[in-house]
């Protein structure tokens, strides 16, 4: 079992057998752990004949890097999805799509939370460069609560490249920048968007910079220069969806 990967808490293991169970292959529970949420659980993996079994919660603790819940899964190796997966997601898009690019975002819980937020904002997909990039792990998929196994999270090896794609597709590029001279909330994000939220610090690479069509700053009127890179991707995907609800008839 060295090649599977283990996925631990109760919503990340929930949202694999519910959406993913073939890719499950043992469940464990800690020893004594009988409530509802592991009943459903439990029933969920006989559903999708996967075994399930108890430890101690002390053999859990080491299986896991983070607070587990008692409940740990053991699955086949986590799929990031392809540049080529782009046009399929888009030819599929209903209305006008809203994608995120964390450029630069390394720290897998900045990476969890976003994804969770994405998912919540009705996002896409979610881009990150190959190099330099957090990818999908147990912290991720533990911090995310679940939405890593249902957003697509698309892995380029050439950001600027694919950016220029998706401008040709009609995309508008919109970079956040704390020296930009408009606020997010200037801008109009109700149509085919492509939100680029930067490192913590360094912000976008230049190359990123230069192809996006537009940069836009979060007002900041306290002591504090910046915010943390998950709740600003909040803030901004909100801001988008707020935008789109407001052009919907009635």
């Known amino acids: 079992m060295s090649e599977l990967e283990k996925v631990y808490g109760v919503h990340a293991v929930e949202a694999l057998l519910r959406h993913h169970p073939k890719r499950v292959k ?9 409530d509802p949420r592991v009943q459903t659980l439990v ?43 782009l046009e399929e997601l888009l030819e599929r898009a209903e209305g006008p799509p809203l994608l995120l690019v964390l450029d630069g975002v390394t720290d897998p819980h900045n990476l969890g939370a976003c994804l969770r937020t994405a998912d919540a904002a009705g996002v896409l997909a979610v881009i990150v460069p190959k190099d330099k990039s957090a990818t999908l792990n147990a ?5 995310a ?50 939100l680029i939220m930067g490192a913590e ?21 306290g002591s504090v220069s910046s915010l943390n890179v998950s709740v600003a991707t909040g803030v901004c995907l909100f801001e988008a969806v707020r935008q789109r609800r407001s052009k919907l008839p009635g």
């Open 43 to 85: 029933e969920l993996a006989r559903q999708a004949r996967v075994s399930t079994g108890t430890r101690d919660r002390r053999e859990l603790d080491e299986w896991a890097e983070g607070v587990h819940q008692g409940v740990v899964a053991e699955v086949s190796p986590s799929q990031v999805w392809g540049e080529n997966m």
């Open 145 to 194: 609560c679940g939405a890593a196994e249902v957003i697509p999270l698309v892995a380029v090896t050439n950001l600027a490249r694919t950016l220029e794609k998706l401008q040709q597709r009609g995309l508008w590029i919109v970079g956040t920048a704390g020296e930009a001279d408009q606020d997010i909330y200037a801008l109009d994000m109700s149509g085919p968007t492509v």
């Open 26 to 34: 043992q469940l464990w529970l800690a020893e004594g752990r009988q």
């Open 201 to 221: 610090g360094k912000g976008m690479r230049r190359l990123t910079r230069e192809h996006c069509d537009y940069l836009a700053r979060l007002p900041m009127s």
């Open 139 to 143: 912290t991720v998929r533990k911090v």
